[in-house]
């Protein structure tokens, strides 16, 4: 099988929370042995003449500092023994990094969630959440540690990941690439799934408890299948099975837990991406403690024999 990341693409505003972001693709780069592209934006609104000379004025001096900063970016990939290209693009930033991921065929792309204000605006439907939606290769949104206002440290290492899954394709195909991207890592795998709740009504029977139970057996025989198909690829793994509601009982699994890294898909049994317009993975990567790498659509080429099943069995 190819390697799983070859190229990666990180987008920085030289802001706290880009800082700690670096530190996870050095890290990554390092474990994949991978390219690293860094590419930071000058955001310049629809209908703005870039060659108006008020505009021009702006931009150039936009341009001037972003090249300072991204000097000592450079210095500290060079300090971590990391190669790197930089890049500075003019635009919208979801649609810049979603073209500049595309053309350089970027197989991971690597975001900070709060921008140089300060505040979670990116996560409410602004930048990080159109960048998971559209990207052309899955995402690892960071978030900066609380108060984090100088340069953030190494990233720490990933060795227990978290995949929650609602057996949907989209989740298993999630999955699948946890197991890919563990390896190399030599990190701990738990399969997380919420049992949701099914209300009866005023007609709550013995006959409903049956179904209840069952509907729990399922689920655990299931769970145990993947966990030994994980098992089975030299990774350490385990499964959980949490009763509630999805975002609010993996949201505060994940929290007790103190994993180093989710990974998640963003469709879920619906079959469409609901999950990003105020659902799992969209309180997922607001509420979550750890860094949120989310697989909205990823080929893993003709030659790799598939670990996860997508089936019943």
Not at 103 to 108: E, F, S, V, Y
Request: aromatic share 6%; proline share 5%; net charge neutral.
């Amino acid at each position: 099988m190819a390697s799983l990341i070859k190229q990666i693409l990180f987008a920085t505003d030289f802001s706290a929370c880009a800082d700690r972001a670096m530190g996870y693709a050095l890290a990554l780069a390092g474990a994949w042995k991978a390219d690293l592209s860094v590419v930071t934006v000058l955001e310049l609104y629809p209908g703005m003449d870039p060659d108006y000379t008020v505009n021009k004025m702006y931009l150039d001096h936009l341009r001037e500092e972003a090249t300072r900063q991204l000097g000592a970016v450079q210095a500290r990939a060079e300090a971590a023994g990391q190669a790197i290209s930089t890049r500075i693009e003019v635009g919208i930033p979801s649609q810049v990094l979603h073209t500049v991921a595309g053309t350089i065929g970027a197989d991971l792309l690597v975001v900070g969630t709060h921008g140089r204000t300060g505040l979670d605006h990116v996560l409410v439907g602004s930048t990080a959440e159109r960048v998971v939606r559209v990207s052309p290769c899955p995402v690892l949104a960071v978030k900066a540690e609380k108060g984090e206002k100088t340069p953030a440290a190494p990233a720490p290492a990933i060795k227990r990941i978290v995949v929650p899954i609602d057996l949907s394709t989209c989740s298993l195909d999630a999955l699948e690439y946890a197991v890919q991207f563990a390896k190399p890592l030599g990190a701990a795998i738990t399969i997380l799934h919420a049992m949701e709740p099914v209300a009866y009504g005023l007609d709550f029977s013995l006959s409903h408890a049956k179904e209840w139970k069952e509907q729990r057996n399922y689920l655990e025989k299931r769970l145990s299948v993947l966990t030994a198909c994980v098992t089975a690829q030299g990774l350490k793994a385990d499964h959980v099975l949490k009763p509630g509601l999805p975002a609010d009982s993996i949201a505060s699994y994940v929290t007790q837990q103190g994993f180093d890294l989710m990974i998640m898909g963003t469709h879920g049994r619906r079959g469409i991406s609901h999950v990003l317009l105020g659902s799992i993975a969209g309180a997922m990567l607001r509420h979550a403690p750890c860094p949120v790498l989310t697989v909205r659509q990823f080929n893993f080429g003709a030659d790799h024999e598939r670990v996860v099943p997508l089936g019943t069995t």
